[in-house]
């Protein structure tokens, strides 16, 4: 099993930035890939950005040029800067980790973009 600990959402104005953090802990040696997934009120769950161990990256489209995932494998955590929020940023973010996508779970936080 992994636990997923989030932090770093909040209230925030179009145009300005958030960083989330997610650590890790328990059978972290399984974890192959981190990431972060969103969920808007009546909209389907996606996935945001993600990291594999070697660094590797992905990014959907709508954050591309704006969002940067990194990780930090000594602290088995992983980040999401979010730079030039829009407001339809806004969801529920969800840390994500495991052998691949979807894994664990992380019990999510708010991030909310004003206009």
């Known amino acids: 099993q992994v636990q997923l600990v989030e932090s770093g959402g909040g209230l925030v104005q179009a145009g300005g930035s958030l960083r989330l953090s997610c650590a890790a802990s328990?059978?972290?040696?399984?974890?192959?890939?981190m990431g972060w997934y969103r969920q808007a009120p009546g909209k389907q769950r996606e996935l945001v950005a993600g990291?594999?161990?070697?660094?590797?990256?992905n990014y959907a489209d709508s954050v591309k040029g704006r969002f940067t995932i990194s990780r930090d494998n000594a602290k088995n955590t992983v980040y999401l800067q979010m730079n030039s929020l829009k407001p339809e940023d806004t969801a529920v973010y969800y840390c994500?980790?495991?052998?691949?996508?979807?894994?664990?779970w992380g019990q999510g936080t708010q991030v909310t973009v004003s206009s």
């Open positions: 990291i594999t161990r070697g660094g590797s990256t």
């Open positions: 994500n980790a495991g052998q691949y996508f979807p894994g664990y």
């Open positions: 328990g059978s972290i040696f399984s974890i192959n890939v």
